[in-house]
């Protein structure tokens, strides 16, 4: 504050936001390090950007130059530690040496059906492990992500949401050593944004310690956060199972500390840039992650000019987004360079930007004793082929292409070796010298990568692939003649179904939302004339009474009973409660009640035909948002139309704990054109399964009188008739909620 006091002071107390930038920068003393720790990037030196005839033309790079640059970004480094009271002693720590080397990690959704088998009901850890590692090369780390998007559609907090997984903490933490026995270390979530949902009673960082001691996890990743506090390393050290700590969307200079690992949100230009906390710190692991983007080859060559990572995340929110052939080979290739020699890649004498003879081609340079690695990426559109680097040279001195995996003849200039290879378009090399013969294993990955590299980059397939869904099948009901009891009989009709998915992220991006039977893709927008065949629907959600008769029927017990009628006292449900609809119920034990009654779920679309009829109204009831109170003096609204405290569906419950849904015949003035109730807000119904080769989804209706407050990021309410939420689906224990519930049709005659 006395800095910014001191500047406006010289300045007459006016000046711009660039003004007291560029006046910091002077006081520091540094000409080309972004100002604050949100600039994760840290540009190159003017000259090596190309400009046309009509800009003037561009500046000749010389080793002056280069030399002034790098003595800049030196003493930046040198004098920023000073300032921040910098001490890197936690990188040296044995328990956090693993995140040096933890180059490739990838988000995972625990909804994965490589993950988790949903038919054998067991974790399939190995299958995952085994897809990316044929596909790719391999992980070593993973961030296990099991809150977002479904977290909020009942007041289940983030943790509980993990205690929520198959078999409970004790499935979890087995799931986690069979990541333990591949190598690969283990992340979860944390929300600071979760502050709507049920209250942990303790502080947050002594809650995250406690689970993840539990579960034997390795890290936390800070979603949204800008740097994870000290208190909850701290709260991990106390607790005797020390964390790693990775924050989503940058970290303060002073907190690279305790932060070994971050994300890396860059703004990609032609010319490579140098991550701001790397060059602080070499020994920080940076995970460069650009989810929606379907080429990843900038996301790949930053992190290897850089000696850093990248966020192999495929299954972004249940939404394929697969890596192409081309870029997947360009991961495994990158990534056996970097486990290979990643002792390098923490040097603090890396060089960026050390100099090359080609246009385009951009090299970094990692010295270990008498050993030099240098890490290339070739930026142009074609092929570099002949001399591309002068390196130092002395007697005794060998140079390997490790790209190739092959030793490279110098031309002797002095006392400097012009080193000759060959880069294909946007490819990648890699150029060990050294006084030492290689041994057995550096022959061995000398094999390794000359057979891997056979084949040019340019023989994969940057083409990306869609990701087709299905709909599961719902079998036709026997069909009625009459009216069953508690039913209502929709007639058949030509309907123009209209629906939107509501997600939060994704856009309208192939691949968002669903793919119905008619339509070539998943899209979030639809719109199509179906004939609905006649069809009874219950008139109202499937209550406790109603589902304890078909437990004394059928004796029915799930084989995942965890959560199961979560409230009852066992198969019984609390008094007052007979009139409520039955929640905490899986959509499989929804068919199973389903069946025994000779019923089916509803298809969407007949769900919605049910609620809205033929006339386009928005709600079942008709126009009126319910949630829309007068104000008052103010105009007449549709609920004051309804008088007294009569609404025509629940109000919102807002807390932090989950109340009881209301009867399902509270709400009578809520009645649809056809007479069926209690069809939006008060309980989410199960209607259609959607599944693709990775992700299982269901469609679920009319939304809940939960809304969670304080976080945009909680599952979305879809009250509108011509809206549908979409949950991912991962297992009976984890898709079961106290908000969601179901009702039945039968095919009629």
């Known amino acids: ?164 997984m198959p078999g409970g903490v004790e499935g979890v933490k087995q799931m986690v050593a069979d990541f333990h026995r591949r190598g690969v270390k283990v992340l979860f979530p944390m929300m600071m ?65 305790w932060n070994v690992m971050s994300w890396g949100y860059y703004k990609f230009q032609f010319v490579p840039s140098v991550d701001r906390h790397r060059w602080l710190e070499t020994r920080h692991m940076v995970h460069v992650s650009d989810r929606w983007n379907k080429n990843h080859t900038d996301n790949i060559q930053f992190a290897f000019f850089n000696g850093e990572g990248w966020e192999s995340w495929e299954n972004i929110w249940g939404i394929w987004n697969g890596i192409t052939p081309a870029d997947a080979e360009a991961t495994r290739r990158v990534a056996a360079i970097e486990r290979a020699y990643a002792p390098f890649l923490v040097s603090p004498e890396w060089e960026p930007l050390y100099p090359t003879h080609r246009y385009g081609v951009f090299a970094s340079r990692w010295p270990q004793g008498n050993r030099t690695l240098w890490t290339l990426v070739n930026r142009n559109d074609y092929d570099i082929d002949g001399r591309q680097i002068t390196v130092p040279y002395k007697s005794g001195l060998r140079y390997f292409d490790l790209y190739h995996g092959v030793e490279l003849k110098p031309e002797i200039e002095g006392e400097s070796a012009v080193l000759s290879f060959a880069t294909e378009t946007h490819g990648y090399g890699a150029i060990l010298s050294t006084d030492e ?98 069809f009874f629907i219950d008139k109202y959600p499937v209550t406790n009474q109603e589902f304890k008769k078909f437990l004394d029927a059928t004796n029915y017990h799930p084989k995942d009973e965890l959560n199961f009628l979560k409230g009852w006292n066992g198969r019984t449900y609390p008094e007052g409660a007979a009139k409520k609809p039955v929640t905490w119920v899986s959509i499989e034990d929804a068919r199973e009640y389903a069946k025994w009654a000779g019923k089916r779920l509803p298809h969407e679309w007949e769900w919605q035909y049910a609620a809205q009829g033929k006339d386009d ?27 007294g405290s009569e609404t025509y569906a629940p109000l919102p419950d807002k807390g932090r704990t989950l109340a009881s849904a209301s009867d399902v015949d509270s709400h009578p003035k809520g009645a649809s054109p056809f007479g069926v109730m209690d069809m939006v807000g008060n309980v989410w119904q199960w209607t259609d399964e959607y599944v693709d080769e990775h992700t299982r989804a269901a469609i679920l209706r009319g939304g809940s009188h939960y809304q969670p407050q304080g976080s945009v990021w909680y599952f979305p309410q879809a009250y509108k008739n011509d809206q549908h939420g979409k949950l991912l689906l991962m297992a009976p224990s984890y898709d079961r909620s106290g908000a969601v519930g179901f009702r039945c049709v039968k095919d009629a005659e």
């Open 1 to 164: 504050m006395k800095l910014w006091k001191g500047v406006l002071a010289r300045i007459g107390g006016t000046t711009t936001l660039l003004g007291l930038v560029s006046l910091s920068a002077l006081a520091q003393d540094t000409k080309v390090v972004p100002f604050t720790f949100m600039d994760e990037l840290i540009p190159a030196p003017p000259c090596l950007t190309m400009r046309n005839a009509w800009e003037g033309g561009g500046m000749p790079c010389t080793a002056l130059t280069h030399q002034q640059w790098l003595q800049d970004l030196t003493h930046w480094r040198s004098e920023r530690q000073i300032r921040v009271g910098y001490d890197g002693d936690r990188y040296a720590l044995p328990a956090f040496k693993w995140t040096q080397s933890s180059f490739i990690q990838p988000q995972m959704m625990v909804h994965d059906r490589y993950f988790y088998d949903p038919v054998q009901h067991k974790y399939t850890v190995d299958r995952y492990l085994d897809d990316v590692e044929k596909r790719y090369g391999g992980i070593d780390s993973v961030l296990v992500w099991a809150t977002y998007p479904n977290m909020g559609i009942d007041d289940r907090n983030q943790q509980d949401m993990v205690r929520s």
């Open 193 to 257: 944004w979760d502050q709507g949902t049920r209250d942990p009673l303790k502080r947050w960082p002594d809650a995250v310690a406690e689970l993840m001691k539990e579960l034997d996890a390795d890290g936390i990743n800070g979603d949204t956060q800008d740097g994870v506090p000290l208190a909850f390393t701290l709260a991990a050290d106390k607790s005797g199972h020390p964390l790693v700590f990775e924050p989503e969307v940058g970290v303060s200079d002073e907190a690279v500390a």
């Open 437 to 534: 013969a290689p041994d057995a294993n550096t022959q061995k990955f000398f094999k390794t990568m000359k057979d891997m590299t056979a084949k040019p980059l340019s023989s994969f397939s940057h083409e990306w692939q869609m990701t087709s869904q299905a709909v599961v099948e719902i079998p036709a009901t026997k069909p009625a003649s009459s009216v069953p009891d508690g039913m209502i009989r929709i007639d058949g009709a030509n309907y123009l179904f209209k629906v939107e998915g509501v997600e939060i992220e994704g856009s309208n991006d192939v691949g968002v939302d669903v793919q119905y039977a008619w339509e070539n893709s998943p899209r979030r927008f639809h719109e199509h004339e179906i004939q609905i065949k006649p």
């Open 617 to 643: 109204r928005p709600y079942p009831w008709g126009n009126c948002d319910w949630l829309v109170l007068p104000m008052p003096g103010g105009p007449s609204t549709c609920a004051s139309q309804l008088g």
